[in-house]
């Protein structure tokens, strides 16, 4: 594999601790892990920890992202024990951690500033260390100098080799010479070989020499917003999957997401932005092709606002609530289907055309023996959707209901502004023959045709059939193994029945009660044949031979 394993499948939550509890510090972020982990998540990215610088400070606490020191933690988080304390946590939950890392400027009272000659860092006419953009307190490190080189890679094997960091996401990662991450991913693979480097970017030239295993998708981010606000139609973000597909390598990982602290703190929150859409866009990015999904903090809970800057402001109250379980569920999607994986592992966008193709999109992801079709109206107009599934077409589990339904191969549906389906389904073998479940031949019966009739759950069954016919269950899982032909003999019928079967499971079929029913006469009464189960026919019944055979009568 190209990236460390556990990626693939992966969804990341970036963690504001100064904002995540009242507390503010890298302890009571420790007491939040086993939430996450149970909402689903899979590594934490953890904003800058390190001490602060003064000069130029803004705010009352000032910016995560001016650093005074590569190698401290800062005391207003906690001490480099709780750091230590926090990473033992995740991984003891499974979780990876991977640290916020700022290679192109520091603080303007950092200590290299002090401690390290002037050619550390460029300088402005006056002979002060410039300062970058409008970031009035940090200043650029100089990377004409390969001694600023070596001290940055140290500082990142500093917390690899000693505090078990899992990767780094990499600050504004495209004004730092590419050949510096090349050499320092050379260098921490060397101590971890599953390192894993996201970065805050969108230059394919990041992904040449393998250094990145993830970049951001700053503008599919943007088109998304702009969907929402109605200030281009899906057609455009359909354009960018496609001509995003030939623009990076195949493997290349992208970081999909509704919000983060950027956009969050200085654009709105997801609320604000996207307002009705907001869910249909968070759901979008689970199913997105090579995308790598991200949760900000406080997204878990729905907490609508946009945190400050450079100062306190606390999430007043965190429980878990209806929009945890819809990111449960969404991260429940991911974990179960390959088809959705990032990078080069998960299945290629395959398009269904439909009517309404400036608002609907409707596509496949599919790798062996997983697939996963995505129906989402991406406007606020309610529309009558028509399409054709073709090959795609047969049952389905709805991935946020786990209701079995079928997808018909042609599909004419009403659909409300921002509704969307998820169906997902796994091609398993068939089961081995086991009692009392599925598409196993009655246990002692010989193993010839026999006339046999599937029913959904729900049918009445008179009491004189009943005594004529064996009784078999069949639970969604075995819809996905019915040869075509049965599958057209299992008939829609209203609730009812299947209440009085024994109550059976096994590993491949945990649900409790059947969600259909098989009947199959005592009797072998279609004269020999191996195996095949047929649906009645009636007038080969009568004619006492097999369906679509010719048969001497009996």
Sequence with gaps: MLHPEWSYQAVIYEMNVRQLTREGTLRAAAAKLGFLRDMGIDSVWLMPVYPIGAEGRKGSLGSYYSIRDYCAVDPGLGTMGDFDAFVAEAHRLGMKVLLDWVANHTARDARWVGEKPADWYERDAAGAPAVPWDWTDTAK??????????????????WVRRHAVDGFRCDMAMLVPVEFWNEAARRLRKVNPGLF?????????LFEAGAFDACYAWEMHHLMNDVA??????????DYIYADRNRYPQSAMRLVFTSNHDENSWNGSEFTRMGGAREIMAAFTFVVPRGLPLVYTGQEIGYDHSFAFFD????PSYAANSFTDFYRRLAGLRHANPALAAGEAGGEMVEIRNNAEDCLMTFVREVKGNRVVAVMNLSPYAIHADYYTGIYAGMYTDAMTGVACELRGHVEEDMAPWSYRILTRRQRPHPRPMPGCGLQTRPGAPARGRRTVFIRRGIRIP?????FYGIFPIFAHDYETLPSPLLSAVRPVPRGTGRNLPRRRHPQCPARRPHALRLEPRRDTLGRGRGAYRPFVRGAARAGRRP???GRRR
């Design 197 to 205: 480097l996201l970065a805050e970017a969108e230059e394919p030239y």
């Design 141 to 158: 490190l100089n990377y004409a100098n390969r001694d600023v080189w070596r001290a940055e890679a140290d500082a990142m094997e500093f």
């Design 312 to 315: 306190r402001d606390p999430i």
């Design 548 to 550: 679509g055979r010719r």
């Design 229 to 238: 606000q109605q200030k281009v139609r899906v057609t455009a973000l359909r």
């Design 463 to 467: 009491a004189r059939s009943r005594s």
